[in-house]
């Protein structure tokens, strides 16, 4: 499948990017509203894969491009982002793609890293909500720690919780998400069942935080 | 120590009971509002403690004597009776003593199981703001299924999270929490942040719902 992963030059981005390079065959996209960073990012990208010894390129456009080649859209932006990149995107997309959005609302303050949701009431419903409507949103990938999925010599052996509420859709991203090794794909319901899922993300960061000699958590469900 | 499990009668109290019954040398004493009920369920559970070859007795009392009988008491209830609950308790502790609350707010609806925290934003913020000022309040053992701990037979290996703003009552309970074999017991930073850990009942609730072969599931952070 073709994977466009829009801001893809960041943290998320870089380590979907070089997972989804390294563990399969698919062929990956990077959006960014400014194509000379999308650009730029792919070939880092594709030079890291090759060094590991993938013959693989990843390729690099404006947002709006990226999105038109992608089957598989993801929203690798922070929260604020992602109901103006659904507006870049949209006119792009048809009934067949699905969008992925792995952001989670996050906020700091002097007790440390609380879940702040959108009054949407999770990022994932946010996206539905600004997603057209033959387009199924799911929400994946949350609770990967850039530092681990990036560093492709770390085995992940950690969960993916899958949300959404178009069942085939949520089907078809959990078999990708295990094409990455080392992931494991769960369904955690449907939109209204996002919240709950995204809470996940600063509680990792805390307990990171609070732990000496956990670093890059991740989860597993078992 | 001696261990107090007030509403110990029910599932996670029950839990508890026996797997500190049955790893550690704790006493351990059963509360309920009801003292023949209490005495009923401190005599089952002694049974299936003797029958595993474990020579050991717990003892049942009304919920205020057994707080008065622990140094560590368990706030085994619903978190819509965790406040009468520290109100009966309160003249019974002091400041040597440590209040454990594993309680989370779940409702159910047409969608599933969400996390519903109380007005004061978590039950460990409800409890700690309940309890007297002197006595250290910290949530823990809350993403435990009842059913697993009572099955003796069955390995643990799963993490609890500890959550309170007093270190040292902290790491007394995370010790405590580790003298059960296959529990490792992880920092999840104080009240402040207890909702996150909370919101991890509904969602072990929704996940194994949703999956197959996945029952009384526990989380792993690695």
């Known amino acids: 499948m073709r994977l466009a992963l829009l801001g893809g030059t960041g943290d998320i981005g ?49 947002n709006e491009m990226a999105a038109d080649r992608g089957e598989i859209v993801f929203l690798c932006v922070p929260p604020y982002h992602v109901a103006d990149t659904v507006a870049v995107a949209a006119d792009r997309l048809s009934s067949d793609d699905i969008i992925v959005t792995p952001a989670a609302g996050v906020k700091r303050d002097e007790d440390g890293f609380h879940y702040h949701p ?34 492709l010599d770390a085995d992940l052996g950690i969960d993916t919780l899958l949300i959404g509420d178009d069942t085939t859709a949520k089907e078809t991203i959990g078999d990708l998400a295990e094409d990455i090794d080392g992931l494991r794909a769960l369904d955690a319901g449907g939109v209204a069942n996002a919240a709950e899922v995204e809470s996940l993300t600063p509680l990792l960061i805390t307990v990171a935080q609070q732990n000496e000699d956990l670093h890059d958590l991740g989860v597993t469900f078992d």
């Not at 062929?27 to 590991?52: F, M, W």
């Not at 013959?55 to 690099?60: H, L, M, N, P, R």
């Not at 990022?123 to 999925?149: E, K, M, Q, W, Y």
């Open 14 to 62: 870089e380590g979907l990017a070089l997972r989804f390079g390294f563990h399969t065959n698919h062929d990956v996209v990077i959006g960014s509203r400014d194509p000379d960073k999308a650009h730029d990012a792919a070939e880092a990208y594709t030079d890291e894969l090759n060094e590991q010894g993938v013959d693989t390129k990843i390729t690099g456009f404006e």
């Open 118 to 151: 959108p009054s949407a009431g999770s990022v994932t419903a946010l996206v539905a909500d600004a997603a057209p409507d033959s387009v199924p949103v799911i929400g994946a990938f949350h609770n990967l720690a850039a530092g681990r999925l990036t560093n």
